[in-house]
């Protein structure tokens, strides 16, 4: 801090000015660093609110220096020197100022005005007493505008058309981002058309494979199927013609044993019939028939006819016999 | 003052109709909040942003990490039908990835997902429609969806809906029925197909031609077939410009001519001269198809009569390059030239 140069003059006006390159006050750390900082901007800014130099509270009634803190060593240098200045003078005057001599006994030295005139020395000044006043209340006049001291170089500047937006450049971006994004998409979407496609393709060939086989095995099912199916039909008219074979034999070899077991048998169903009495004599059979029946019939009519006429004469006996008892009975 | 740098300041707002989203890691768990916000233009402009970022795998697996499948399955019924619109568009574009469809079946998406197929919003129903479309081309997928009894469903919507829907529901039926054919024949779903043979657009016609080769796999699709006279349409179809159409024409014709009654009405709709064009064909698809159209056909004795005629350009095929087409023209030789 004490290295800085400070720049304080008295300009020919009168004009106090104060210049030095505006600095945030650094932050002093509490413990000594043992390299300083060279060359370096002080980073640690100290907060000002925080900052044990800032003087706090009302500063009318505070001493300057209070008890705690420590003496200022520019202060205490000043001090110091002072001190040393006066110290030197006096033993400069005590070496080289005049010296009276000492007095004698019973006399002292008194101080004389050895001029030509008296002047009278008093402990009292002479003062004169000098009024001013202010006049009352005239108006504070305008401060006048604060134009501050024209510092550093003037410098131009003129933007020229088409330096600040050049079109071209800007818009790539947004072109690449938007036709990016556009493609990504499209060529997702065509990626997984064909994909799908593939797919499709795959599928296809399979099927083509699956039909055939689908195809071939029902076909030589089908075909499997006839075959057996004719297989056993003609198994089955075969065995049919071998039976038929098997039963004419049979029947030839069955028709000509009967044939030989049936010779034998006429002459004795006919004699058999002839003792049975199936061959009759035709006169000898009408006779037995018809003839004997008749005159059986007819003669049990004629018994009949007796019977009946015998009948009728017992009924009319009868009758007269009741007719005559009734008439008896009636009489008495 | 301007400087050669861009400002400080946050850049100005592009795109008014999609959320900001955040720097990084931050991104998507703040959108995935922003989902469940109360106010309406919140959700729009959040779902909106949500969409075009799942489009990178690894943001749709931090999103499908962070839980934003159960936010999304309540955003499905939401009032608002841009929010729907949206939400079926995000789950569209994340059935692309594998670790979505994962999470679709995970946390059964497609349920809540086919309640939508009613919805009034034209543009939901397509959404709707292409994300059962991508979920029914995985295998697993179409297990569920046959499981859960979608078939039906869809089968009913194929008359109703507008074309470019319809194609993408027909193609969906086919990749169900590859799976498992019964539950579209059961809800007649060859009479649905039979009136989409003749639409004009090739797109409708190849998923309803492949849609017939599935069903005509089991047994009781091929009697179905015989019994619709859909043989001499295929025959029709054999001459079509789309080449989809044609390869899957044939494969039908192939699959269903391997019960006796398809042979002989395949062979009444005088299918063999079509297909003996076909064999020529460049593509491979249909080339092969071909082949095994008349392999199967050839089983029937007249049928092989007239192709032993044809044997050389049947032979000439045996020299092509794919594996597939050399066996289907060996095994097409050999069947022809078999002596009882």
Request: include cysteine.
């Amino acid at each position: 801090m004490a290295s800085n140069l400070q720049a304080q003059h008295e300009t020919q006006s009168g004009v106090y000015t104060f210049s030095s390159r505006p600095r945030a006050v650094p932050n002093r750390t509490k413990y000594r660093q043992t390299d300083p900082l060279l060359n370096e901007e002080q980073s640690s800014y100290g907060n000002i609110m925080y900052d044990r130099r800032v003087v706090r509270g009302n500063t009318y009634a505070q001493h300057i220096l209070p008890i705690t803190s420590q003496p200022d060593p520019v202060e205490f240098l000043k001090q110091q020197e002072a001190r040393r200045r006066a110290m030197s003078r006096k033993r400069l005057k005590e070496q080289f100022g005049p010296k009276t001599p000492e007095p004698l006994e019973g006399r002292k030295n008194i101080d004389l005005q050895t001029e030509m005139y008296l002047e009278e020395l008093s402990d009292r000044i002479e003062e004169v007493s000098v009024e001013c006043q202010t006049d009352m209340f005239l108006d504070k006049p305008d401060t006048p505008l604060f134009i501050p001291a024209k510092t550093g170089r003037d410098a131009a500047t003129q933007i020229e058309e088409g330096e600040l937006f050049d079109f071209d450049m800007e818009v790539q971006p947004v072109l690449q981002v938007l036709v990016g994004k556009t493609i990504e998409q499209a060529l997702l979407e065509v990626l997984e058309e064909e994909e799908l496609a593939n797919l499709r393709a795959q599928q296809q060939t399979f099927k083509e494979i699956r039909d055939a086989e689908l195809v071939e095995v029902q076909r030589l099912e089908e075909r499997e199927r006839r075959l057996r199916v004719e297989k056993e039909n003609r198994i089955k008219q075969q065995k049919a013609v071998l039976e038929k074979e098997k039963e004419t034999a049979d029947k030839i070899a069955a028709r000509a044993f009967a044939q030989q077991y049936l010779s034998d048998l006429l002459p004795s169903v006919y004699s058999n019939l002839r003792d049975c009495g199936y061959f009759y004599d035709p006169v000898q059979r009408d006779i037995e028939t018809e003839f004997l029946p008749w005159l059986m019939q007819e003669v049990s009519n004629a018994l009949e006819q007796k019977y009946v006429a015998r009948t009728v004469l017992d009924m009319l006996i009868q009758d007269v016999t009741n007719q005559r008892f009734e008439a008896f009975q009636v009489q008495e | 003052m301007a400087s050669p740098q861009t400002s400080e300041q946050p850049p100005p707002h592009i795109d008014p109709t999609q959320a900001p989203v955040a720097f990084g890691n931050w991104a998507l768990p703040k959108l995935i909040m922003e989902l469940q916000d109360v106010e309406l233009f919140t959700r729009q402009r959040a779902l909106a942003a949500l969409c075009d970022l799942v489009h990178d795998h690894e943001r749709a697996y931090e999103a499908i990490l962070n839980g934003c499948m159960e936010r999304l399955k309540v955003l499905l019924q939401d009032e608002d039908n841009l929010v729907r619109v949206k939400t079926t568009e995000v789950l569209y574009v994340l059935a692309s990835h594998s670790l979505g469809r994962d999470a679709f079946l995970k946390f059964d998406i497609v349920g809540p997902l086919a309640n939508l197929l009613e919805d009034p919003e034209n543009a939901c129903r397509k959404n709707v429609h292409q994300a059962l479309n991508r979920i029914a081309e995985f295998p697993s997928g179409a297990v569920f969806m046959v499981c859960m009894g979608l078939v039906p469903r869809l089968v009913m919507k194929v008359s109703d809906e507008e074309e470019n829907i319809r194609a993408l529901i027909l193609s969906t039926l086919s990749c169900c029925v590859s799976v498992n054919a019964l539950p579209a024949l059961e809800s007649d779903a060859i009479l649905v197909l039979r009136d989409q043979l003749s639409h004009p657009s090739p797109a409708i016609r190849q998923a309803a031609t492949s849609a017939l080769v599935g069903i005509s796999v089991p047994a009781d699709g091929k009697m179905k077939v015989c019994e619709e006279d859909l043989l001499p349409m295929l025959v029709k179809l054999l001459s079509d410009d789309d080449q989809g159409v044609v390869a899957n024409a044939a494969g039908t014709i192939m699959n269903t001519a391997v019960i006796t009654k398809g042979k002989s009405e395949a062979l009444n709709a005088g299918a063999i001269t079509p297909l003996l064009r076909l064999v020529v064909s460049e593509n491979v698809a249909v080339c092969a198809n071909a082949l095994r159209a008349l392999t199967v056909l050839a089983e029937v004795p007249r049928a092989r009569a007239q192709l032993l005629e044809h044997v050389p350009l049947l032979k000439t095929r045996l020299a092509h390059p794919n594996s597939i087409i050399q066996r289907a023209a060996s095994t097409a030789i050999e069947v022809i030239s078999w002596k009882p």
